[in-house]
């Protein structure tokens, strides 16, 4: 009952209605029950605040085309402005850099915020939009005259992001401490070291924080932990926007697989932050964590995502339960057991219809096409219902 009301309030705050209003429902709801206002109160108080900023910084926030949320964005900005403790930060998978900005403006903001410390970005910048659609999303950009024509041909023939994210990130206040590298991760095993442009963070030393949001498979993510886990010491924090996508299911996966070295720290909607408790190292992630999601045995895997489903809702959080449990269903599709797949998902999908049913649409899409495959681009999806 008190994760649904929970659950109930956090999709009002999302919803369209005027803020006033939202404001007026949640004071009446929780005035009628102090134990629904325990059960809202997350551990993210002290970096959400808010979720909100200056105006200067409000506009600067929403500018770029984003495929995260404000909410997500405005998170990243208060953490970093609030939270970080001021060393290096590492970000993957910045796409046009709506994330890069937060991060780098939140980092400016903060007085503990070391004068040679850098947001380190990465990125392939390429393949990931077609060159029209890119194109199109840039628009506002040509019209402008930020970008001009010659840039937009270039795209289009290349489906390149590179020289665009340059062009949006100069001359801000945050240019000098955003260092912005080229480099892919292999999204198979056969794929490491074939590519000229392979995600390579060996000259960075020590990092306080890793925002992931290009971690687009299951080796890759295994491959980014293993380049990336012994530069950080316990304390840092791992921000992971997929960890709430059900098609990620081997962003949460790697989490429980380390669930002895990780804590939850909170989330803002698909977006989740960890705090790394006790060192990890790489030669342990070669051991724990298989090059694909066959390498676990069966039960294996179930008891995997059984962990990341009872600590949401341990926590209450309706969100995590229900991706957790499409993301077994998507691990699932993913090792061939389309048939468990689809029972799992309309046991879900009948709890979500009676319980929270905001959450109906999403299940019937994960029953149609749960996951992907790595395919060198935005993936293959895996096709379960017609
Ligand atoms: C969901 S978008 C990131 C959105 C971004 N954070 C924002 O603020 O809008 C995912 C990004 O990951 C990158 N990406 C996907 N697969 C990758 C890979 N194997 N190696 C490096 N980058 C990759 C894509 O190029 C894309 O920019």
């Not at 929780?30 to 809202?40: E, F, G, H, K, V």
């Not at 306080?208 to 290009?214: E, L």
């Not at 790489?282 to 962990?307: C, K, N, S, V």
Request: overall charge neutral.
């Amino acid at each position: 009952m008190l994760a649904y009301a929970r659950s109930s309030l956090q999709w009002l705050t999302r919803s369209k209605l005027p803020g006033s209003l939202h404001r007026l429902v949640n004071k009446a709801v929780l005035r009628m029950s102090p134990a629904i206002q325990a059960a809202c109160e997350t551990r993210l108080s002290e970096a959400q605040m808010s979720l909100a900023a200056d105006r200067e910084t409000e506009t600067l926030l929403d500018e770029l085309p984003s495929e995260t949320t404000p909410r997500e964005r405005r998170f990243l900005f208060n953490f970093f402005a609030a939270v970080w403790s001021g060393g290096n930060v590492l970000e993957v998978g910045p796409f046009l850099g709506g994330t890069s900005r937060s991060i780098s403006l939140g980092m400016l903001a903060n007085p503990r915020r070391d004068a040679a410390s850098r947001l380190h970005t990465f990125d392939r910048f390429s393949h990931y939009y077609g060159g029209a659609q890119l194109v199109e999303t840039l628009g506002p950009f040509l019209q402008s005259g930020k970008l001009t024509e010659g840039t937009c041909e270039r795209i289009k023939a290349t489906t390149s992001f590179r020289e665009v994210f340059d062009l949006l990130h100069a001359g801000q206040p945050y240019s000098s401490i955003l260092k912005t590298h080229t480099g892919e991760l292999p999204e198979r095993a056969s794929e490491v070291d074939q590519s000229e442009i392979q995600f390579d963070p060996s000259h960075l030393s020590s990092l306080d924080s890793v925002f992931v949001d290009g971690c687009k498979s299951w080796f890759g993510t295994k491959y980014f932990m293993q380049q990336v886990v012994e530069k950080t010491q316990p304390g840092a924090f791992y921000i992971l926007q997929d960890y709430g996508h059900y098609t990620c299911f081997w962003v949460p996966a790697f989490v429980a697989a380390f669930r002895d070295r990780f804590r939850f720290y909170g989330h803002v909607d698909s977006t989740y932050a960890f705090q790394l408790t006790s060192p990890i190292r790489a030669a342990e992630i070669e051991t724990r964590f298989p090059d694909e999601p066959d390498g676990f045995a069966a039960d294996e895997l179930d008891r995997l995502f059984a962990t990341i489903v009872a600590d949401a809702t341990a926590a209450s959080d309706w969100l995590g339960r229900v991706a957790g449990r499409l993301q077994h269903g998507a691990a699932l599709a993913y090792v061939g057991r389309e048939d468990d797949a689809l029972r799992l998902m309309e046991d879900e999908l009948r709890c979500v219809v009676r319980r929270a049913p905001h959450f109906e649409k999403m299940v019937r899409r994960a029953m149609h096409s749960p996951t992907y495959r790595p395919n060198g681009g935005s993936g293959v999806p895996i096709v379960l219902t017609k």
